[in-house]
């Protein structure tokens, strides 16, 4: 993995890669998030998952997110990795990590990440069954794009 | 000439990952009726197209040289 910070990789996520992308020394703070694969959902079995994503639009939506979050919240450095391909269960997904100075900022922004990357990046999910396999819509269980788009222009909190 | 990319469901549904498209200029609108009325790719319809990676609304023109990528609902995370 090299020091780039908006990544899409076909091999498992080294968590203390995407951390050591936004350490710094005026940093108090850095807030990680580990999305994993879920063996149940609704009661449902996943055997195993396939991610596919329009990688070099996936990764452009990725920095478009980090400098939002930069916008929102000055002083914060952002590194993101999505795992795409073959994944089984506990497998990591995507790692996002925030540092900022204080800890709330980094918080914040965190979840503003995974919120945004539910709605803009273009990476799919195809849930594997013991009876069937299915593309998954949006995670976020709205109707798909309920404006008629994305929101591209960034949205909450 | 446009090339159309493919992504999840659509893909398999039409057995690929690319589609090339003879035309000058069209709107996203256009081109969207075009996948459903010659390739019979009903989706389109709730998904969102990017032209040259950017999202595109309906209005918009494609052009020659163009790369459109036809987007469902996104799942990542």
């Known amino acids: 993995m090299g020091q780039e910070l908006f990544q899409i990789v076909e091999s498992p996520i080294e968590t203390e890669t995407v951390i050591n992308k936004v350490k710094g020394r005026e940093m108090g703070a850095i807030t990680t998030f580990i999305g994993t694969v879920r063996e149940y959902t609704n009661g449902k079995r996943t055997i195993y998952l396939a991610y596919q994503a329009y990688t070099s639009m996936a990764e452009k939506m990725l920095a478009q997110i980090g400098g939002e979050i930069q916008e929102k919240w000055p002083g914060t450095h952002v590194a993101i990795t999505h795992r795409v391909g073959a994944l089984e269960i506990s497998d990591i997904a995507v790692v996002i990590a925030v540092s900022s100075p204080h800890r709330k900022a980094a918080y914040q922004a965190n979840e503003y990440a995974i919120e945004r990357i539910k709605q803009i990046v273009p990476i799919w999910k195809k849930e594997h069954w013991d009876d069937g396999e299915a593309w998954l819509g949006d995670q976020l269980e709205q109707k798909a794009y309920p404006n008629g788009k994305p929101e591209i222009e960034g949205g909450g909190l | ?77």
Do not use: H, W
């Open chain 2, 1 to 77: 000439m446009i090339t159309v990319l493919l992504f999840a469901q659509l893909q398999e549904e039409a057995r690929t990952a690319t589609l090339t498209i003879n035309e000058d200029v069209l709107t996203v609108n256009q081109l969207k009726n075009q996948l459903i009325n010659a390739y019979q790719l009903y989706q389109v319809n709730e998904c969102m197209i990017a032209i040259n990676e950017e999202y595109a609304l309906d209005i918009d023109e494609i052009k020659p040289g163009d790369t459109v990528a036809v987007i469902p609902p996104v799942s990542g995370g």
